[in-house]
Structures are given as structure tokens and as C-alpha cells.
DNA sequence: GTTAGCACTCGAAAGGGAGGAGTGCTAACA
DNA sequence: TGTTAGCACTCCTCCCTTTCGAGTGCTAAC
């Protein structure tokens, strides 16, 4: 079957269609809004052989047709093009972020929040493993006869606290001091390079009574070893609510719990690397590996840190979600933060030439 | 018309077999489920009579009754009994939770949690006001050249950290010396005690160079200023798409985005005090004054730091919600926490002599 | 290659009983 | 006087049928 340029018209005009009424688009509906030179008919004769090709499905007999995933698969590697400007609505509220926060955590929330505002979907942001970050600095500080706070500062200054009990009494003046030590030796190294023959040198090195710094020691390395690796932050997912392909209640249930599911996110996103390119992700219905995500799409972008990819920005949608409008957001957020992001190289695969949807 | 003890029994029942079925209940199953000395004729006549007092309606001419919020009015009131003892599951839980954790706020997650698993019901805590917690300990922390951490510890052990802008480049031990005169300036204040006249006079106090110290302590007082005052922590809250009363979508999302509205819920659940007494607050239906809650009933507990009421902690179900349940729950937590709710007083009100439901 | 016409399909919506759960009322009974 | 059996009545729910219409595929004409 030849692949003609008036098809691939038809094509993402049933993808337009489909988008906006979420109702199978009918032959007449194409000829009246999107290709009024030609007859229904006509477009008849091409919708059958686009479903011939496995661009698009009838759900029963007499009803139009709906795009497959293979028919998506097409319009986002190659129809699809991108909004040239996001809107101002956006800009305002980039500007407002840029200026705001050095924080790559509740930067990373925000930016979530951000994406989700702009595009009614839910967003689902994956934040950097504590665990595999740099130390930048570590303080020890006192809070009462039997604990004190242990604050790590990472990369991205990212900072966690936490309190650890204190076997024996200690003053102030000390916790400092062993600050000072820990400082040297750690800072730089990985959470997870944090191990117990280091450990054991320090303590060594230490001069402090053995016995005071062994327990401190110990409270630490526990404290390192239960950091809680990947956490996971969800943004707007009452939006799910909205589309009626989700008036089911089971299956909105379904997807909503599996936003709640941290480890099974983590899974997901971790499994594939992104392609080389736009840098962006799209998983289009059945690709999804996990089950609760057959009737969605999801777009990802990943963040890094000093070239290393730490995490995952994700939009969830339902398979005919706006993908333009999305990857069109996701894309301006990547120029707006190239540090986060790195410069995006553009899209790989060319456009078609002259598709002009409307 | 007279209470009987036999009208409250009929009651009782009409209400616990409602919150198993969720369908109107009739006289024939009440006759035979819970009082099956008595025919369903007679219960009939009772039911006319509960319904003409207000405590039972009728959705329709043909269909069994359901208790109305008047009625539940009065199960909470005087009917309800208490589970004698929190289950097994919940006690293990408890311990781990009292081993695991001192600080506040992550407790309080936690407890929010574990109502949550507890009930099967959305729980909603209002999180400690930083702004009006005293100041325990704070310290700034070198991060780079531009900026420096701050990091603050307020009663309860909550730690709050917010990176700060330099103006100029300051030494690590300008910044420790800082911070402690910092210390001894303002330990033991809310930060809503910190105000300009304050750090004016610490400005003067301070030997460093007045002009670093002005831009410091500037970006410490804005720091204050912005805390965030009242965040709202939610758990569960998809656990509202498993009851029938929200299989109307448009019900489901409206509640769902009631918890979403921070504010919203911070203005509710301290519009009213909590009555002397169990220490509870139940709001039944149209007893809410938030629209948006009006198929709800909400029970709420508040919680203290040093005497003085913080926060509160609160659990959201259909309105046939199991009451008890929620209220035993709820209250075995505040005799497991007596320091963050006190001793609860037990119920004020006496149950009826004899009432056995089943 | 395009289009008008037409028969055909099939889901959605509307109509119409049948069934049944539940009520209120009455009259008889202990 | 309270309790109960019996009965007529109501009205919701379920299911079946019919109707309607949107949409298709095919054919023949342009």
C-alpha cells in the first residue's frame, strides 16, 4: 500500500478530531471541517486503506474510525510538529521559577506543578536519589541531651535532615568538630561510596574518645543506609477525571493507585533509556509495560546534573492526548533549564514536507 | 412522639446495614437480620414513627429507609459504642511508628498514613504552623560562593531549611560565629516573634561588618517572612473512588479536588473549636459548611505541642461512614500519643444502658 | 480518480411491560 | 393495647423490543 500525502492528511486529521471530541471521526466530519475539496466518499476510500494499513481502527461496523497506536506511533515520529512559542501564560510563570529556588528538589516540584497547570494532565516527576548524589557539606547540630540533627547538603542543594539518637552526652563544641572531620573526608563522595571501611578509617583518624565516636559513627552510616532512595512526585492527577475515557470508575481508580504505586514508577521509567535526539520519550498505549498504562500515553523527559541523568519529568495522558501541546512544553522547559536539560538537538526525524493539518 | 429504647435499636440497625450495603434499608431485614422476635409489620409502625422524628428518610415512596443526618446526629451522640481495643494490625503498627521517628511532622505523615490504611478512608492533617512554633536551633551552613544554607529547628523537631543569597563572600567560621549569636538572640522565640526591631537590635549587637550583616540578616527575615505557613498533608484520598456515592464521577473529582485546596482546608478545620469532652469534632453531611462536603462526614482531632493546639488530623468518608471505626481509631491514637493529644476524657455523654445491636 | 446513490450494519436511545421490594392500612388476635 | 397477617398500591429496576441515525462499503456514472 502506497503511503500518500492526502492520507497522512486524513490521518492526523481523524488524530485532531479524536483529540477534541474523543468520539470516532466519521468520513463526513473530515470532508466538512478538514479537506473540503473532496467528497466523503473520497475519503472514505483512503480511511479504508489507512485502516488497511493499521493507521486506524473502527471500533464496531458502523462507526468511524479512531487512530491505533501505530497510527499515533506515525503522527509523533513524523507528522507532529512543534508549536514554535509556548504561551505567555507559561513564560510568566517560567520567569517566576528561574528566580525563585536553587533547590533542584522543589524546583523539580515545581516545574511538575507547572507542567501539569499547562497541560491538564497529570505530571510525574521522579526526584534525584539522594543516595547517589554528591555530599557538598554535612553539619552536625545539637538538639537535646539524647539527639542531635545530622543535615546533608548534596548536589543540586538538595538538603535532608534527620535526627539520630546520641548514646552519650555531648557538647556543641564537639559536634562541630566532628563535623569539621566528617567534612573533609566526605564531602564529594556519593552517599552510596559512604561505606563501613571509610567509616572505619575515620573513626581512626578521629580524635575523639573512640567509644563517643564509634556510636555517632554508627547512627550515621544507619541514617545513610535507610536515606530513602527515589521518591516520586505526582502533580495533578484529579485530572485523569476529566476525560471520559476514564468515566469508568474502575479504570480511573486503577490509574490513580498507580500514581501512588512509588516503586512501580520508578520501575517504569528506569527500565528504557531515552533516545538519542529529541530527548524525549513517548510511550504510546500497549507499549507501556505496565498494565495499568495501557489506555494512557506517557511523554519523558530526563533531568541530569553535571551530565549524569538523575530522574525522570513524565506527562500522563490518555492515548489521544494532545502530544504536540506536551512535547511542546516539555521541549521549552528543556531550553528554559539547559542545565537541567541540556540543549535539546532538535527532532531527528524530518517533518514531511508541506503538512499542513488545517 | 417518644423515644423508646426498641425505636433506637431499629435505628441502630437501619444505620449499621446501611453502612454495609449502601441501599435503602427495609422492614423485612431489619426482622430478620437484627430483631427477629419482631415481625416487619411492627418494625414498619416504628420506622413510620423514626421517620416522622426526623431521624429516617425515605428516598422514595417504595423503597426502605436511610437514616438521615439528624439520625446520625444521634448515633454519634449516644448510640455509638467504642471498640474496646485498636486491632492487632494497628498496634504493630503503632510501635513501629513510635521507634521510628521524632520529629513532628514526619509523624504526623505517618499517622496520616496509618489512619488511612486503618479505615480504608481519605485522612487529611494540618500540618504544625512553623511561623508560630518557637525556634529551637538554627544555623547557617556554607553552600557556595553566592549562598548559604539556612537551617531551622523549631519545637517538635521539625527542620526547615532554605538556601539564602550572599551578598558577599563570607568565611564558614563568619558564618558559624553568626550563628551563634543568632542563637542566644532568638532561641526560644516563634519566628513570628522575629521581628524588624529585633534584628534590628542584633544588627547592632553583632561585631561583623554592619553591611554584611545587613544583607544576611535581610535574607533571613524575608526567609521567615515566606515560610509557608500551613501546609496540608492528604493520604488516601483514592480510597473515595471505592464507595458508591461517588460512582458519579463529577462527585469524585469535586471531592478530590477539595483536597487539593490547601487552603480550603486549613479555613475549615479551624473555623470551629473542638468540644470539650472526646476531644472529637464529627461533622455529619450538611453539618459542613463547605459545599463541596456536604455527601461527607468528616471526624477531627487536634494536636498539641506544649498545651497549645497546632493542628489537626482529620478522617473523610460517605456519610454512613463506620463511625466507630473512625472513632476508635482516632482515639486509640490520641491514648498512644498523649503528648501530642493529651489524655482524652472519654465520652461525655453516656451511651444508653443496654443498647446491643446485633 | 472522484462522486452520488443506496443498501446495510449496528450502537444508542426511547418505549413498554414484568417483576419485585417495600410501604401503609385494615382487621384480627393475644 | 400492642402485635401481626394480609392485601392493595407504588415505583424502581431490569430486560426486551423498536426506532433512529450515523457511518460504512459497494456500484455505477461522470
Known amino acids: 500500500m502506497e503511503m500518500s500525502e492526502r492520507k497522512l492528511q486524513i490521518l492526523q486529521a481523524i488524530i485532531l478530531n479524536y483529540l477534541e471530541t474523543a468520539e470516532p471521526v466519521g468520513s463526513r466530519t473530515i470532508s466538512r471541517r478538514f479537506l473540503m475539496d473532496l467528497s466523503s466518499a473520497t475519503i472514505r476510500n483512503e480511511m479504508s486503506d489507512l485502516e488497511e494499513m493499521g493507521l486506524i481502527e473502527q471500533p ?15 503522527y509523533v515520529d513524523q507528522l507532529m510538529k512543534r508549536d514554535t512559542v509556548d504561551d505567555q501564560q507559561m513564560n510568566i510563570l517560567m520567569n517566576l521559577l528561574k528566580n525563585k529556588t536553587v533547590q533542584l528538589d522543589s524546583l ?8 501539569s497547570t ?9 526526584m534525584p536519589q539522594i543516595k547517589q548524589s554528591a555530599l557538598k557539606h554535612l553539619q552536625l547540630m545539637p538538639l537535646d541531651e539524647h539527639s542531635a540533627i545530622l543535615v546533608l547538603v548534596t548536589d543540586g542543594n538538595i538538603v535532608r535532615n534527620h535526627v539520630i ?8 563544641t564537639d559536634l562541630y568538630r566532628i563535623s569539621d572531620v566528617l567534612n573533609k573526608e566526605l564531602s564529594g563522595l556519593s552517599l552510596s561510596q559512604m561505606d563501613l571501611p571509610l ?49 469508568d470508575i474502575a479504570r480511573a481508580r486503577s490509574l490513580m493507585e498507580f500514581f501512588n504505586q512509588k516503586d512501580q514508577i520508578l520501575h517504569m ?3 528504557e533509556e531515552r533516545p538519542v535526539g529529541t530527548g524525549l520519550k513517548i ?13 494512557c500515553s506517557i511523554v519523558t523527559a530526563n533531568y541530569r546534573y553535571k551530565d549524569r541523568t538523575i530522574g525522570t519529568i513524565s506527562v500522563v495522558g490518555p492515548i489521544r492526548m494532545d502530544y504536540q501541546k506536551v512535547v511542546s512544553a516539555l521541549e521549552g522547559l528543556m531550553l528554559d533549564f539547559p542545565d537541567l536539560f541540556g540543549k535539546p538537538t532538535g527532532p531527528d526525524i524530518g517533518s514531511l514536507p508541506d503538512s499542513k493539518a488545517n
Do not use: W
Not at 62 to 72: L, M, N, Q, T
Not at 108 to 115: C, N, P, S, T
Not at 283 to 295: M, V
Open 108 to 115: 523539580l516540584r515545581e516545574i511538575g506543578d507547572l507542567l
Open 165 to 172: 539518637p546520641l548514646q552519650h552526652e555531648m557538647k556543641e
Open 60 to 74: 464496531h461496523t458502523s462507526a468511524g474510525r479512531i487512530p491505533s497506536s501505530k497510527g499515533y506511533r506515525l
Open 199 to 247: 567509616i572505619q578509617k575515620i573513626k581512626r583518624d578521629c580524635h575523639v574518645e573512640p567509644e563517643i565516636m564509634e556510636s555517632l559513627l554508627n547512627a550515621i552510616s544507619d541514617t545513610l543506609e535507610h536515606a530513602k532512595d527515589g521518591d516520586v512526585f505526582t502533580s495533578g492527577a484529579t485530572n485523569i477525571l476529566s476525560f471520559p475515557e476514564f468515566s
Open 283 to 295: 510511550r504510546i498505549g500497549t507499549e507501556n509495560t505496565i498494565e495499568q498504562l495501557h489506555d
Open 118 to 126: 499547562m497541560t491538564k494532565y497529570p505530571t510525574v516527576v521522579t
Open 269 to 271: 521509567v528506569s527500565t
